[in-house]
């Protein structure tokens, strides 16, 4: 028969196992859960090939004078918030500012934080012009399909730049993708090949 001291310590040394092994599981989940997050955050969304001369949309026009830069916006997309604010900063360092264009899309069935969205980018890039993108149909012709995409054409109507301008979803702060659309303000297409675009989907109607 065991002792009720033998017993006791028993328990003891179970109790304390199963207290380790939930600190392990618990830190195996906290792991998980943080690198599922640095892999959504490095993770672009979707990109096409973008027309290398102005296609001729009829929502926003070219500026014969000085580069005319787009941004596609989804809004309701939370990264596309520091995609506008990378556009600001970019802006705020040109010798010249180019004609600005922030095309909003407009899905049937999305009104949440329409005008929300309108007044925060008219806030932060009070010069740019507001169109709205009915069912993505600009967004189609220019060929972006993800939040967050700014294209860039010269005067000539060629395109000079092509991508995203953040380090990653959400990420704000100096990178060489927003130094390059500066450069390319000056003419030139060695900044024009694609780069990462990190945010949502334009087409998807629940983006994170």
């Known amino acids: 028969m065991s002792s009720p001291f033998a017993t006791s310590s028993l328990r003891g040394r179970l109790i304390a196992v ?3 092994f939930a600190v392990v599981l618990w830190s195996a989940a906290v792991i998980a859960g943080i690198q599922r997050i640095w892999t959504y955050e490095g993770t672009p969304g ?11 949309a009829s929502l926003v026009t070219v500026d014969p004078d000085r580069a005319t830069l787009m941004m596609f916006v989804h809004p309701l997309c939370a ?21 600005v264009w922030i095309v909003l899309l407009s899905l049937h069935g999305i009104a949440q934080d329409w005008e929300q969205s ?16 009915v069912e ?12 967050g995409h700014v294209v860039m054409y010269d005067r000539e109507s060629k395109l000079v730049f092509s991508g ?14 927003r130094r390059g659309l500066i ?26």
């Open 118 to 133: 309108i007044a925060a980018i008219a806030n932060r890039i009070p010069e740019a012009k507001i169109v709205t993108d």
């Open 79 to 99: 990264c596309t918030r520091a995609s506008v604010a990378e556009v600001r900063e970019a802006l705020d360092s040109m010798d010249q500012s180019p004609a």
């Open 46 to 56: 979707e990109q096409l090939a973008i027309l290398a001369t102005w296609p001729g």
């Open 18 to 20: 199963a207290a380790v």
């Open 183 to 208: 450069v390319a303000t000056h003419g030139g297409s060695n900044h024009a090949h694609d780069h990462p675009i990190f945010g949502c989907g334009l087409d998807d109607p629940e983006p994170r």
């Open 164 to 177: 995203g301008i953040t380090g990653g979803r959400g990420h704000v702060g100096d990178n060489d993708v």
């Open 136 to 147: 993505g149909r600009t967004a189609d012709t220019f060929g972006a399909s993800t939040s």
